[in-house]
């Protein structure tokens, strides 16, 4: 087993309590929890099939499938850093912009009528949450290739266009139970305690970072709930008509809309990222986040003094990220300093180089946004 202590509320942790991890979880969701499932949802003569875990994963999930029925996901939810009020606030979440007309995976109720369900099992509690399988399927089950005889520019309109709905649904959401603020993901503790002593600059920079950060409006035009992880690994497309559809809502947070923006901006490099020229890079990049933007604005408004704050939220982007993957070495034991992807980007943060380095004389097409 490895260990995890809960210091980054609803999203990530540092090391306390005991907890099981992955495989454990899958095995014990295998045996005792999926015989329950038809029990709690409306699932019998469903066939019931793990989706294989991307690295890093926190939740098991299914596939359910029958013919002549929608499908669905399940989604078997095991760690102990989130309680039941967190996970409610992000189904509660979902209903809402699927209810007022984001294009996103929408929730299931239980037989109960409840958008959640627990299962406890040899002291573990399991949140179980059900979902609509969004049409389509994910950009990379389609090589990477867009719609026969479409140009892509169509996806990345598109790509900023559901982005601004869920935006402009989140300006006037008033929730029942309330998820996290942006800056419960960083507390102080946990960033000291996760940061090697080497790292001093890192820390310096990352502290710096979010104290600029406070300084930021978050009034209801610029501050909202957010998805916080929005990229083409967290919807589906329909390669029939390019309707993109959302989900993975589990770390969504109180935040600036730019930092959606930003996460936008970062998973825009595509092929791009391999071109030696790095004029024709930041052209691409500039005519890309233009048409996305186009998109974003026909849903939703966003002042030109937030936009300009566009490298600042790259910049918490790669906060995070870092964060996100030194909490993952802790658990495989990887070191540091044998990292280059990670060891890129604390580079980009600790020297102040803007858009990750994407432009920067350090950059390799060779070797993409490592050192």
């Not at 990229?231 to 989900?247: A, E, M």
Request: aromatic share 14%; proline share 3%; glycine share 6%.
């Amino acid at each position: 087993m490895w260990t995890l202590q809960c210091g980054r509320s609803s999203r990530q942790c540092l090391l306390e309590e005991i907890i099981i991890n992955f495989n454990e979880a899958v095995n014990i969701s295998n045996t005792h929890v999926l015989a329950l499932v038809s029990e709690l949802f409306h699932l019998e003569g469903y066939n019931i099939e793990l989706i294989p875990p991307h690295e890093g994963g926190r939740n098991v999930v299914y596939t359910c499938e029958q013919e002549g029925d929608e499908s669905l996901i399940l989604r078997v939810s095991f760690l102990p850093d989130r309680n039941r009020e967190d996970y409610i606030a992000e189904l509660e979440y979902v209903q809402y912009l699927f209810d007022h007309g984001a294009s996103v995976s929408n929730v299931v109720s239980s037989k109960k009528g409840n958008l959640l369900e627990e299962i406890t099992y040899d002291h573990h509690t399991f949140f179980v949450s059900l979902f609509n399988k969004a049409k389509g399927k994910l950009l990379i089950e389609n090589n990477y290739q867009y719609r026969e005889g479409v140009p892509i520019t169509e996806h990345y309109y598109n790509c900023g266009k559901v982005l601004g709905k869920m935006h402009q649904i989140s300006k006037e959401y008033s929730p029942v139970h309330r998820r996290h603020h942006f800056f419960d993901n960083y507390k102080g503790e946990y960033i000291n305690n996760l940061i090697p002593e080497s790292f001093s600059l890192l820390k310096e920079k990352m502290f710096e970072l979010l104290n600029t950060l406070k300084g930021l409006d978050t009034n209801q035009e610029t501050f909202g709930m957010i998805h916080f992880d929005y990229n083409d690994g967290n919807y589906s497309i329909d390669f029939d008509t390019g309707q993109i559809t959302v989900y993975d809502f589990d770390n969504s947070c109180f935040g600036w809309y730019m930092y959606d923006l930003a996460d936008l901006w970062t998973h825009g490099v595509g092929w791009i990222q391999f071109e030696p020229d790095a004029g024709k890079r930041k052209a691409f990049m500039h005519d890309y986040f233009e048409t996305a933007l186009a998109g974003y604005t026909s849903e939703t408004k966003i002042e030109d003094s937030m936009l300009e704050k566009l490298p600042l939220f790259i910049q918490a982007t790669l906060l995070e990220t870092i964060l996100g993957q030194l909490e993952e070495m802790q658990h495989t034991g990887e070191e540091l300093e044998d990292n280059e992807e990670v060891l890129y980007l604390i580079k980009c943060l600790e020297e102040g180089i803007p858009y990750r380095g994407f432009f920067h004389d350090m950059y390799s097409s060779e070797a993409p946004f490592t050192l």
